[in-house]
């Protein structure tokens, strides 16, 4: 699969894909502006082996919680326009949060298709039943976008709904996660992505019962991308947590008490996902690994991206097979012919792309399978390469 797309390398269960998340720029961001926050992030991303970048929809959610919110909602640009910014200026597909909650719905889907040239949407429901929303619901979006040729979604799974005092709370004597993401995939529905993992254990019982209820009705499981944000401090924990993820209360002693809050926030993190593999093991669900920041602090963003590499090695290994990641410079040195327009793959699997101009490089860089910045005229990438001798 040296040129597939993000929606091959989501619905490919024998490769395991790994996603970048980013927030666009606040609304009214002027469009030079907005350019300038989108390669800033694709720089300090660029080191980065990943598949592409997930860029949300940001809603103020009102009704999501009691609480306060602990950061001041700020409005964003939409989520498409700023996907299509980053997908020209990196060569690397984005998958597209939308948020049902638009009565603008129906065009939002046409603008993000015909004219950003996006196939992936992850379709996400209003934070809240209560309250009074616009726009479709999540069963009537996912028809739409069925409707649309081309076009392709996935939904969000939350393992919080899926532990016993969730269902107790509703009411049931079993949590039924497992159930809406079933009725998801049949209604279309081709991956998930979960939301910030802070407690290994209700994800692991949503996992194995959604492996299970697949089983029953004899069809295959979707991808599901586990989804992991580190953290630095009380206030961000405190923002994910209205968010409604999980965080034990000795995971956030844990953190806010060591010496470097956001190293141990990785260590722990990486600790969640072994055990997650090590309980799943053989339930045959594929798996991915998104990353974020969800907050603007430099030590959470910086943490994010040792964390995405650190959890792309620990699911790599877990394959039993070699694997490498690789920089690779594609444009021929100056002075040096070009030997080809194509990709050559030598005795160690490493592949080699020579072209003669620099829009050829690029093309051939993406069709290789990896995503390319130019740096000082020479495009450079970095990609995951499976089935090569380890090295890092």
């Known amino acids: 699969m040296a040129d597939a797309s993000i929606l091959e ?7 395991p894909v790994f996603l970048l998340g980013d927030v666009p720029p606040g609304e009214g961001t002027p469009p030079g502006k907005c350019q300038q926050i989108a390669d800033k992030f694709l720089q300090r991303s660029r080191v980065l082996a990943s598949d592409g970048f997930i860029v949300y929809d940001i809603q103020d959610e009102p009704g999501r919680s009691d609480i306060d ?6 409005k964003v640009m939409d989520s498409s326009a700023h996907a299509a910014m980053l997908a020209r200026s990196s060569g690397r597909e984005c998958l597209v949060y939308k948020c049902v909650a638009d009565p ?3 065009e939002w889907l046409r603008v993000a298709k015909n004219d950003h040239g996006h196939s992936a949407i992850n379709v996400v429901g209003r934070a809240s039943s209560e309250g009074k929303y616009e726009g479709p619901s999540i069963a009537e979006a996912m028809e739409k976008v069925n409707a649309q040729e081309g076009m392709h979604f996935g ?14 709370a509703r ?7 497992h159930l809406n993401m079933l009725r998801k995939q049949k209604a279309g529905a081709e991956w998930f992505i979960s939301q910030a993992v802070y407690d290994a254990e209700p994800t692991i019982r949503l996992l194995k019962d959604y492996a299970a209820i697949c089983k029953q009705a004899g069809v295959t ?3 599901v991308v586990l989804t992991f944000a580190p953290v630095s401090r009380a206030k961000t924990i405190n923002f994910i947590k209205w968010l409604g993820v999980c965080v034990p209360k000795e995971a956030e002693e844990l953190i806010l008490n060591a010496d470097k809050p956001v190293d141990k926030s990785v260590e722990f993190l990486c600790g969640i996902l072994r055990r997650i593999l090590t309980e799943c093991v053989g339930v045959g669900i594929p798996l991915g690994i998104s990353c974020e920041s969800v907050s603007i602090f430099k030590s959470e963003i910086d943490g994010c991206h040792t964390l995405f590499r650190r959890l792309q090695e620990i699911l790599l290994d877990t394959r039993g097979s070699p694997w490498n990641v690789q920089w690779i410079e594609v444009m021929p040195r100056a ?12 005795e160690d699997g490493k592949i080699a792309v020579a072209t003669n101009n620099a829009a050829q490089d690029a093309y051939a860089l993406i069709k290789a399978g990896f995503a390319g910045v130019v740096l000082g005229g020479a ?6 390469v499976l089935g090569g001798s380890k090295r890092r």
């Open 9 to 15: 390398r989501l619905a490919n269960p024998s490769r």
């Open 69 to 74: 919110r602990p950061f001041p909602f700020r």
């Open 104 to 106: 603008d719905f129906d």
């Open 155 to 168: 939904c969000v799974c939350i393992a919080e709904r899926h532990t016993l005092e969730a269902a107790k």
């Open 171 to 177: 009411g049931k004597t079993y949590p039924s996660e």
């Open 221 to 223: 499981p979707r991808k």
């Open 335 to 346: 002075g040096r012919a070009a030997a080809s327009t194509g990709g050559d793959v030598d």
């Open 379 to 384: 495009v450079v990438s970095f990609g995951v």
